[in-house]
């Protein structure tokens, strides 16, 4: 691996409290995903991942493109993550993924799902894409995890739109499990260098693209990637169950930008703790419902702050008056699986949302508020939240 490689690994153990060697480099975070997966589904043969449908499309793809099934069970009100009392673990199991939805960590749920998938003899995967360098931990302040899937890609912790890092914890249970996944992981081969120049290009292509009417925004992106000079955040592939490239290292450009943007997510994680702060100050007995996590304890440096509104009507005006106030707000995750995928079949979803009441009921207005931004700004974006809910 190239300098930049090393110290970023280096620097994601100093963060974690962890060993640089259980840290290994991908192109993309979903990538990660389809290593570890495609090795369990290698060496336990098939079977079931329980996940949950509050999440993004590409959380699922590595699943359906390992030769795995996704079964969705509900998730926890208190953490957005799966609630561990309703996961229906069964022999057919072979993974439950812990998902910590816009960062919020819930230390007795996260530890229920180690102990339910401890009792199944499932993996953990623990999907950080919202939380980069941060894990769940035991009691006695180990990585909870058997594997720790972290981004910085688009939209994320790190204002960078590539890459992203696997823990692969040194007490996995299961040695040659641990000792495939390593070898697979430490033996990707180098980005193309094709793919390295989409991802250098990336942000101006995004500038020339947001300037064009949608019909010829269209036709120029199809014409990019069909050269294979633009890679999408989120493909046509991937809104089918499949996962864009086969997995591969970052490159020294990428790896060097999330090293360089590393270096300052402790001011950005500070920032994020104080509007939190505020946004849950300025919410109390507003009729807005937040996630009890996010309301205990100390303020968690979240990605964006979720609030869910009764319906979408809400949740649109919300939107709007947010966006029209100058500040970027997202419908994260409606429609479920976001932002939507073209056949829910693929997906091992029908549709219905039998025995998933809470992930029905946040599904109907959520809305995600940024957390980049001061106190003032977090009170100002409190106030059209509890207008909208009104």
């Not at 009691?139 to 739109?161: C, I, N, Q, W, Y």
């Not at 992106?221 to 000079?229: K, V």
């Not at 809400?314 to 709007?320: M, Y």
Request: hydrophobic content about 45%; some cysteine.
């Amino acid at each position: 691996m190239a300098d930049s490689s090393l110290e970023l690994r280096r620097a994601l153990a100093r963060r974690s409290g962890t060993s640089e060697d259980d840290w290994f480099l991908t192109y993309r975070a979903r990538h990660g995903m389809l290593v570890a997966f495609r090795e369990l589904a290698r060496l336990r043969g098939a079977g079931e991942v329980v996940t949950q449908l509050l999440t993004c499309c590409t959380a699922v793809d590595p699943i359906v493109e390992a030769g795995l099934a996704p079964r969705y069970a509900d998730v926890s009100a208190s953490s957005l993550a799966l609630d561990a009392s309703r996961l229906g673990l069964g022999p057919s199991s072979r993974a439950v993924v812990l998902q910590h939805s816009f960062g919020i960590f819930e230390p007795a749920g996260d530890l229920a799902l180690r102990e339910a998938a401890d009792a199944a003899g499932a993996l953990l995967v623990e999907d950080c894409a919202h939380c980069v360098g941060r894990l769940a931990r035991d009691g006695e302040g180990r990585p909870l995890a058997d594997v720790s899937v972290h981004s910085f890609g688009v939209e994320k912790m790190l204002p960078t739109h590539f890459g992203g890092a696997v823990y692969v914890s040194p007490r996995m249970a299961d040695s040659g499990l641990r000792a495939a996944l390593v070898g697979a992981l430490g033996s990707l081969p180098p980005i193309d260098p094709v793919l390295e120049e989409a991802a250098k290009g990336y942000r101006s292509r995004i500038r020339v693209l947001n300037h064009l009417p949608a019909g010829p925004r269209r036709a120029l992106r199809a014409r990019w990637e069909a050269r294979g000079s633009f890679d999408a955040a989120i493909s046509p592939e991937e809104q089918r169950g499949h996962v864009s490239h086969e997995p591969c290292q970052p490159g020294e450009w990428i790896a060097s930008r999330a090293l360089e943007a590393l270096e300052g997510l402790d001011a950005q994680e500070a920032l994020r703790r104080e509007a939190v702060t505020e946004y849950v100050r300025s919410l109390a007995d507003t009729g807005v419902a937040l996630p009890a996590a996010v309301c205990a304890g100390p303020a968690q440096p979240l990605l964006r702050l979720p609030v869910f509104l009764a319906d979408s009507g809400r949740s649109e005006a919300l939107l709007a008056s947010v966006r029209a106030a100058g500040h970027y707000a997202v419908p994260w995750y409606r429609p479920l699986l976001f932002p939507g995928v073209e056949d829910p079949a693929a997906y091992g979803f029908d549709g219905g949302m039998e025995g998933l009441p809470v992930t029905e009921r946040l599904s109907r207005g959520p809305v995600a508020l940024p957390c980049d931004v001061t106190p003032e700004q977090a009170r100002q974006l409190a106030a059209l939240a509890a207008e909208a809910a009104r």
